[in-house]
């Protein structure tokens, strides 16, 4: 049978705070997948750095409010989700938005579910994403994530459904492409 410790004990033996040399490896390790994350959120990689850069200042001011033992990366991602959606708020004051918030949290979500699936595919998609025109990602946007008709886009556009399928095709051959190259490079 476990003996519970006496109070004065069982304080001593409560999982300490990380160290530094611990937490910069912990920031360290999750960089590449921050990254990733990030650009999704932010629909482009213009904001990827100020972003990414306010997120890491947070993690090492706040290292001690991170619980040893749990998730860092979810803890990062979190960080990075609300440093994200402040720089969104901004964005949409100077009138530079190109998702709603409702999309922004819903990329968000499918992002932390692919990168814990496959870390590299998704990074890369991620970085090649980030390429990506803002026209090229309000098609992408009404195509997998909207569920918007093309037609309808189209209309809205002045564009032909045709020429909206031929771009939405170019679009996933670059990304394609640029995927295979960014896999090629990390391997």
């Given at each position: ?6 109070d ?17 490896s912990?920031?360290?390790s ?17 904001d ?13 001011e ?11 990366k ?26 709603s ?6 990329i968000?979500?499918e ?15 991620r ?6 025109s ?7 946007n ?14 809205q ?23 295979e ?7």
């Amino acid at each position: 049978m476990h003996k519970s410790l006496p109070d004065n004990q069982q304080a001593e033996h409560l999982p300490q705070n990380l160290s530094q040399q611990e937490i910069e490896s912990k920031i360290e390790s999750v960089q590449s997948d921050l990254r990733g994350y990030i650009i999704s959120l932010s629909g482009h990689s213009g904001d990827c750095d100020d972003i990414l850069q306010e997120t890491n200042l947070f993690l090492w001011e706040r290292k001690d409010d991170f619980e040893v033992g749990s998730n860092f990366k979810a803890w990062a991602f979190k960080v990075a989700y609300f440093k994200a959606m402040a720089i969104r708020r901004d964005n949409i004051r100077r009138g530079e938005v190109v998702f709603s918030e409702d999309i922004a949290q819903r990329i968000s979500a499918e992002a932390g579910n692919f990168f814990n699936q496959r870390p590299d595919t998704m990074n890369a998609m991620r970085v090649c994403l980030g390429k990506l025109s803002t026209d090229h990602l309000k098609l992408i946007n009404v195509k997998y994530l909207q569920g918007k008709s093309l037609s309808s886009f189209a209309l809205q556009t002045g564009k032909s459904v045709d020429a909206i399928h031929k771009s939405i095709s170019r679009i996933r051959r670059a990304l394609r492409s640029c995927i295979e190259k960014q896999l090629s490079e990390n391997h």
